[in-house]
C-alpha cells in the first residue's frame, strides 16, 4: 500500500536567520492542510497539503536531489531552484508542487544561455517552453566556458525552501538506512536522481556483467548516501570514482528491469541505452534461457514436457532445477511426476518484458534499425539530452 506522508513532521523549527516558524492545521475539501509562517512582517504564509503520495514527493525530491539549489550556506535569501535543460522535467516538477498546494501564481520561470546561442534560437525555446508549461520563460545571455543553455522553474519562498530542504536531507538519510517502509517514495526518488545527475554504461565488449550506473556530485555526503541506498535497492559491487566526483554500481538483468521498471533515466538519452542494453543482455546464453517462462504461461508441466518442448537429454534437469532455485517455478505435488507452474516473479517477469518490447520496438523504428549494437553505437555517437 503507497501510505502518504505526514510532511507536519519535516516543519523546521526556525529560518536560517532565526525566526521561529508557526503553523496551523486547517481543513479545505475534507482534507487537512498546513499554513505556515514565520515572524516577520514582509513574510507571506505558505499553505501546502499535509498529506502527500510517496510517488509525487519522491520524483519531487529526486529532481530536486539531483538539480535543485540545496544553500549550503543557508545565510541567505532562499527560493525553491530548480535547473534543467528538459521541459517535460519542468513540467512534472511543476505538476508535483501544484499537487502540494502550491499555486500556479507562486512559479517563474527564467531561459538561461552561456554558449552565444542565437537569439532566435532561445526564442523558439523559450516558445516550445510556453507550449509545454504555460509562461514564455525570461530570457538571459551571458558567456562561460561551460556553454549551454537550461531552464530554472524558481518559487521564491523562504518557507517552502526550508520544508523542502527538510524533507530532503531527513528522508534521503531514511531511505538510506531502509526502504521497506517507503518503498514507493524510495522508487521514484532513485528514478529521478539518475535522471537528473545519473548515467548507465557498459565497460567492456561482453554485456553480462559489465553494465554499470553512476550518479555524479561534489557533495561527498551525498554520495555515501547513494551508495547506502542503491545497497538497500539490490545493487553490488558498488564502489567510489571520486576521480570524477562519483559513485558506480555494476548492474545484473534484475537491477536492470528494476530500472526500467520505476523509469529511471527518463525524458533522457540514458533511458533508451538502458532498454538498448536489455536486450543485449538478453541475448547472452545463460539469460536467455529465462525467455523460456513466455512458453509455460498459464500452464501446468511437468520435467518431460520441458525436455521434449526445446529438446533436452531426458536427464537434463538444469534449466527446471534452477528456476525452481530462484523462485520462478513452483512445484505442486510432492510424489514424481513432479507438475509445475509460474510463480508471481515469473509473471512480474514476463508483464516488463512484454512492456520492455513494446519501448525498444518503437525505439527501432524511430531508429531505422533492429541492430542491437549498431543502435548502441548511434546512441552513444549521437546523444539527444543527456
Known sequence: MNQKIDLLQFIPKQTSFGYKIFYK??????????????????????EINRFVDQKILGSLLGQ???????????????????????????????????????????????????????????????????KEIGVYPKIYQGYSKRGGYGFKTIIGSTILTHIILSLLHNLRKKIAESSQTLEEFSNMFFAKLLTGDGSISINKKKVTGNVRIRIYDENFEYLEDYKKIMQILGFDYIRDDRKHNAVEANCTLDNLLYLYKIQAFKNTNNWNKLLVIIGLYLEGGRIKVRLRLFDWMNKTFTHKDVVTKYPLHPEDRKWLNNMVKKGFIKRLNSKPPF??????????????????????????ISKD??????????????????
Open 64 to 130: 530536486y536531489q539531483a538539480e535543485g539549489t540545496k544553500y549550503n550556506n543557508l545565510k541567505r535569501k532562499l527560493a525553491v531552484e530548480f535547473s534543467n535543460s528538459i521541459m517535460a522535467e519542468h513540467k512534472e516538477f511543476v505538476n508535483h508542487f501544484r499537487k502540494l498546494g502550491i499555486p500556479f501564481s507562486m512559479f517563474r520561470f527564467q531561459l538561461k544561455d552561456s554558449s552565444n546561442t542565437s537569439y532566435e534560437a532561445l526564442q523558439q525555446l523559450a516558445q516550445g517552453f510556453e
Open 25 to 46: 492545521i486547517f481543513k479545505r475539501n475534507n482534507e487537512e492542510w498546513i499554513k505556515i509562517w514565520y515572524d516577520q512582517k514582509k513574510a507571506k504564509p505558505t
Open 339 to 364: 507438475k509445475h507452474v509460474l510463480t508471481e516473479k515469473s509473471k512480474y517477469f514476463i508483464s516488463i518484458i512484454k512492456a520492455w518490447k513494446i519501448d525498444i520496438n518503437n525505439l527501432m
Open 369 to 386: 534499425t533492429t541492430d542491437l549494437f549498431r543502435l548502441w553505437q548511434n546512441l552513444k555517437r549521437n546523444p539527444l539530452t543527456k
